[in-house]
Every structure is written in C-alpha cells, then in structure tokens.
C-alpha cells in the first residue's frame, strides 16, 4: 500500500538554527499538509497545501516558518530560527480528494537545544 | 469556536467490545473521522462519518449523529495490539475543499488480558 515517507526520523538542532522536514506525499495526492503534536498533547494543524500554494495555515504557522514543493514528489516545511518550543512531532499528510480521509506520515521528531 | 471532547483513558479486556465517545461543537463540520495512535508513531486512519449513522469496517465501527454533536467508536473482539490512543477527529468545513482536521486529545484505551 503506498504511503507517506517522511525524512529524517529524528532531528536535533541547536536553538536559533533552520531546520527543514522533509516529505514524500503518496503519488497521485493532491493536498497537502503539516501537523505537529507536543509530547502529550494533541495533534495540531499548521498548515494546508493545494495547486502550488498555501491554502489555510494556523496561528502557530508564523513568519518562521515555511512550505515548499520544489518539484513533483517532495513537500517540504522549513522552519528558520528555531525555538526551544518548536520541539514536537511533525506529521505530513496528504489525501486525493476532497471527500478521502488524510493519511500521515510517520512523523519527524524534533528535539530543539 | 472548536471543542471536542473524548475520555482521557479506558481499560478493557481483550477479547471484549469498547465504546469510545466523541463529543464535538465546531462552526462549521464537515464529517468526524478515527485515528489509531500507537505511542510514537503515526495516527492510522480507521473510519469516518459524513452523514448520520454507522459505518462498519470489520471489527470496528463509527456512529454519527450530527444533530448531537456525537460520535462513537466501537471496538469488537479486542486484541492486546488495540492498546493505542484512539482520536477523534472532525473536518472543518470552513476550509473549503482544504478541510483541515481539527483533533481531540484522544483516548488512551489499554487493553488487558
């Protein structure tokens, strides 16, 4: 069954420093998005990605951070200054349709120092 | 605004049937869905509901019920593996076609023997 690949597994990165996350959308999706989830909290949206542009993004999606899909197989979430509360779980998802449930990653954990 | 509850924690023993509730007010709903979270990894896509009533998917089910703001998930035949998080998850209509998903904290059910 085809799915979402998400690289690298872990990444530690010193505070201050950019960090990109990067991902793989099964093929034929179309839309695009990042969560992230706090150690035992729960998930939250940051951001959504359909036709080559950003379509919603949350309140925690601030200047810092940024989207880009650079050809046709990767998504990636850039973050430039980290912070020490950018520590999470950083979960890809895509879907095909509008109607199809979204399928996620296996995550990428940032551990900010 | 966006609320949606579910208990923090269930116990249950295997081969028994759990019922995991799910109580949402959004501004705008555009179906609820169910993820299976094992500590670590990614949420798994299990079901969802657009319209009211059950849907069925071998050993687990979902109910909808729009007018009340509730959903349930039902779990038949536990096995020790179903020992995971169980989320609820509602898709905001607001997005538009994006729909974003909007998460509970999540159920932690610990099956025993």
């Known amino acids: 069954e085809p799915e979402v690949t998400q690289t690298p597994s872990h990444q530690v990165t010193q505070m201050g420093q950019e960090v990109i996350l990067r991902c793989v959308p099964i093929?034929?999706?179309?839309?695009f998005y990042w969560y992230r989830q706090i150690l035992g909290q729960k998930v939250e949206f940051l951001v959504s990605f359909y036709n080559n542009e950003i379509s919603e993004k949350s309140e925690i999606f601030d200047d810092q951070f940024s989207v880009e899909r650079p050809d046709g197989s990767n998504f990636t979430l850039k973050i430039r200054s980290t912070k020490l509360e950018d520590s999470a779980m950083y979960f890809c998802?895509?879907?095909?349709?509008?109607?199809?449930?979204?399928?996620f990653g296996d995550g990428t954990r940032l551990s900010i120092l | 605004g966006q609320n949606i509850d579910q208990p923090t924690e269930m116990t249950a023993t295997e081969g028994a049937i759990v019922q995991i509730n799910c109580t949402y007010q959004?501004?705008?709903?555009?179906?609820l869905f169910w993820y299976q979270q094992h500590a670590g990894e990614a949420p798994t896509f299990l079901s969802y509901?657009?319209?009211?009533g059950l849907e069925e998917k071998g050993r687990f089910s979902s109910f909808l019920s729009r007018s009340k703001g509730y959903s349930y998930l039902l779990l038949k035949e536990l096995q020790m593996k179903d020992s995971a998080s169980y989320l609820c998850a509602v898709r905001d209509r607001r997005s538009g076609g994006y729909n974003k998903l909007i998460f509970g904290a999540g159920t932690r059910l610990a099956v025993h023997p």
């Open positions: 959004t501004s705008g709903f555009n179906g």
């Open positions: 509901n657009v319209l009211d």
């Open positions: 998802a895509s879907k095909d349709s509008i109607d199809q449930p979204q399928h």
């Open positions: 093929s034929n999706h179309l839309y």
